[in-house]
């Protein structure tokens, strides 16, 4: 780094001066290692720290105001971040890193068509970066370009982004699109989180009836295998510990089909139910969660703490959120919580209001059971998480509690979703407002319950 800068100076520099630069570019290079430690230990006091130290030596250093910005972006600081942003692009159009950042900073705050642009110009400079393109196809996507969208969303399977992505590596070829050899199956792999896989798992039954030359099989997590096997009966689904053992055939991810299909807001192609709760487990819990006359409310405040990052930062919602719809008279709650989140149950200061058998809820971590119990529940209000995809896709009545820039598949700012025709989305009017949410939605269950009584009498 130091060789490359000295040489700007013409070789007339007198030496005591040029012993000045070398000194200096010394420093820049301490400082710049220095930082690059300090970010790397989550230490952003001692990174911003040297980082400053930078930009005091040597102000045209495009990556000192870039770190700084991403920092400052991470503290949630964003005018600051996208001014500093701003800064190492003027300093350099090609900052395709300062771009792509920008792009973000634009999305988080729901200026979806500024932060498109931001991301193709990035990509002018570094076409070959995934993450650019993804955040480009949700973009696309939330602005209602579906066809663009899913085309780019196809980057999510470059090498650096597919292990995270799908829940099984397959050693076969993946499909073009051509005709399969006849009887080789095509696997369909499901991917990302648990709630993707309830979305668009409506679309393997179509797909395998439009592609008459191979047998389909849909591979699935193993903690799902049960449920996608009843959904889909009739087509062959294994649990993606099995996948190895398949030898041949070809392989597409589940979220390429609705690229394939076409899938849009105006071509849903499949609208639930096509989620059907278990016959035995529905009657065992029905036994079990009595009622009387009281409406059953099943909530969930909160998603994996290791997805809260990107679009799901902000999702979960504090379960004292929730103690305003315990006054509400003639409810009663039932909670849908499992893993994480669900120890804040036994401090709750509402728990009289849950359901007498929640212990044995609470209990039960199968997918099937919770299908079951969300089948007895009058409504579901839960946070954008993959129970709110399941009980959208069994057509459960559902309220869906969103921050306020949600995430591509809620975009918009209507109440209703074509991906699940008995879901309300109630969002934030202020970012990070739960009680404000929580206060509408309350007085929204006092007329749900009112025209509920009222359909009874009639």
Not at 233 to 254: A, Y
Request: hydrophobic share 40%; glycine share 8%; proline share 4%.
């Amino acid at each position: 780094m130091t060789d490359g800068l000295i040489l700007r100076f013409p070789a007339t520099v007198k030496p005591v001066f040029a012993r000045y630069l070398f000194a200096v570019l010394e420093r820049l290079c301490y400082f710049q290692n220095l930082a690059k430690a300090r970010i790397h230990e989550a230490n952003y006091d001692a990174a911003t720290e040297a980082l400053l130290e930078c930009i005091h030596l040597s102000p045209q250093q495009d990556w000192a105001f870039t770190d700084l910005a991403a920092i400052y972006a991470l503290r949630g600081k964003s005018t600051s971040a996208y001014l500093l942003f701003k800064r190492a692009v003027l300093l350099n159009p090609a900052n395709a890193v300062a771009l792509k950042d920008l792009g973000v900073l634009a999305a988080d705050n729901g200026r979806h068509s500024l932060g498109t642009g931001f991301y193709r110009q990035s990509l002018r400079f570094a076409p070959g970066v995934a993450d650019t393109r993804i955040k480009l196809a949700k973009s696309l996507l939330h602005q209602g370009d579906y066809p663009n969208g899913w085309t780019e969303y196809e980057a999510r399977l470059d090498p650096c982004c597919i292990k995270t992505c799908l829940h099984a590596i397959p050693r076969l070829p993946r499909w073009d699109g051509s005709h399969c050899v006849a009887g080789e199956p095509l696997i369909i792999i499901s991917e990302q989180g648990i709630g993707d896989t309830f979305q668009f798992m409506r679309y393997v039954r179509i797909f395998a009836d439009k592609l008459h030359s191979a047998p389909v099989v849909f591979c699935v997590r193993d903690d799902l295998l049960e449920i996608s096997s009843r959904v889909l009966s009739g087509i062959s689904v294994i649990g993606v510990s099995r996948l190895s053992l398949v030898k041949r055939g070809l392989w597409q991810p589940l979220l390429s089909i609705p690229g394939i299909l076409g899938v849009s807001p105006s071509n849903p192609i499949c609208l639930p139910p096509y989620i059907e709760a278990d016959s035995t487990r529905v009657a065992h819990w029905r036994r079990l969660i009595k009622a009387g006359k009281r409406v059953v409310v099943g909530i969930h405040w909160q998603g994996d703490p290791s997805h809260e990052h990107g679009d799901h930062k902000g999702r979960s919602i504090a379960l004292d959120c929730f103690k305003i719809l315990s006054c509400v008279d003639q409810v009663v709650l039932v909670s849908l919580q499992k893993g994480y989140g669900s120890e804040r149950l036994a401090g709750c200061q509402f728990l009289r209001q849950f359901i007498s058998c929640q212990h044995l809820v609470s209990a039960s971590h199968e997918w099937d059971d919770t299908a079951a119990i969300m089948s007895l529940c009058d409504l579901i209000i839960t946070n954008d998480t993959s129970v709110a995809h399941l009980s959208g896709a069994m057509g459960v009545q559902t309220w869906l509690l969103l921050k306020k820039f949600a995430e591509w598949r809620w975009s918009g700012e209507q109440e209703s979703t074509f991906w699940y025709p008995s879901m309300r989305l109630f969002r934030q009017q202020i970012g990070g407002d739960w009680f404000g949410v929580m206060g509408h939605v309350a007085t929204e269950l006092q007329g749900f319950i009112r025209a509920r009584l009222s359909n009874e009498r009639a």
